[in-house]
């Protein structure tokens, strides 16, 4: 089956102009300059004037909280929000309950994708101290990368253990996506927050960052920045927070890179006054 959309504006690649995309068998075909008329009978033909077309939006960071977490979220109701917002696929993290940290937790998810997403998918493996022989047998073509979380967790996610670490770095064969936050600085400043509030069973949410402070945030990712250059390893951070780590990434084109980072678009609006 053969369909047409004719005469949209197309936002792709930087550019914008009046086009139309031929879709063969579910599959984009052909993208042409300009409009195409109905000319062909069993043509399904969607007349696009006046209309944007944008390319899916690929999400390489969501947590659909399934299994374990149900009843905040699950796979099924995030992917029909994901479709309904334009996020055509998905790529999502591993701090489920129990976490995703096994070959054969990582297949119950994508069986649980396969019968219930509503748009492609794909499940990031969790690193842990101890699961260095079952990430080294993940296939790269089904697995966008090996999740590892230098700050605490869900479950055994944290991965505080040096030589494990290293042996993730060396051994990986995907990229290693970082979640950078030094724990010892995180418990220390927790400890510090307790004292301050005694006898109370929180402290106020505005401390947060001030938990999970710059100082954290920067030991962290220098130690995985200067980890990955001694290995040779692919490197992504996660959600980087703070001005201060932008001095570790190198700014040159993103083909030449082997170390990557991302932002949340919330980090760089809000405040802590917010």
């Given at each position: 089956m053969r369909t047409i959309i004719s005469g949209a504006t197309i936002v792709n690649e930087e550019r914008r102009f009046i086009g139309s995309v031929i879709i063969e068998d579910e599959r984009i075909a052909d993208i042409q300059e300009g409009e195409i008329l109905p000319s062909e009978d069993h043509v399904n033909f969607i007349d696009a004037k006046g209309l944007f077309l944008f390319?899916?939006?690929?999400?390489?960071?969501?947590?659909?909280?399934?299994?374990?977490?149900?009843?905040?979220?699950?796979?099924?109701?995030?992917?029909?929000?994901?479709?309904?917002?334009?996020?055509?696929?998905?790529?999502?993290?591993?701090?489920?309950?129990p976490p995703t940290t096994t070959l054969e937790l990582l297949e119950q998810k994508f069986e649980i994708a396969k019968r219930q997403s509503r748009v492609n998918y794909s499940f990031f493996f969790g690193a842990t101290n101890e699961n260095i022989d079952e990430l080294t047998l993940l296939n790269p073509h089904r697995v966008p990368g090996v999740k590892v979380f230098m700050g605490s967790s869900t479950g055994d996610l944290l991965v505080d253990d040096d030589d494990s670490m290293r042996d993730?770095?060396?051994?990986?064969?995907?990229?290693?996506?970082?979640?950078?936050?030094?724990n010892a600085i995180i418990e220390k400043n927790i400890k510090a927050f307790k004292k301050r509030y005694k006898g109370q069973n929180d402290f106020p949410v505005r401390y947060h960052s001030r938990i999970r402070s710059?100082?954290?945030?920067?030991?962290?990712?220098?130690?995985?920045?200067?980890?990955?250059?001694?290995?040779g390893a692919r490197l992504h951070i996660a959600h980087v927070s703070s001005e201060r780590e932008l001095s570790l990434f190198e700014s040159k084109p993103l083909e030449e890179k082997q170390i990557t980072a991302e932002v949340c678009l919330a980090h760089l609006m809000f405040t802590t006054e917010d």
């Open positions: 390319p899916g939006v690929i999400d390489d960071h969501v947590h659909f909280r399934e299994p374990g977490f149900e009843y905040k979220a699950d796979i099924a109701s995030e992917s029909r929000t994901a479709a309904a917002g334009g996020v055509t696929s998905y790529m999502e993290m591993p701090n489920t309950n993730i770095f060396e051994q990986s064969p995907l990229r290693i996506v970082a979640h950078c936050e030094d710059v100082e954290a945030c920067y030991a962290a990712s220098s130690r995985a920045v200067a980890l990955a250059k001694e290995t």
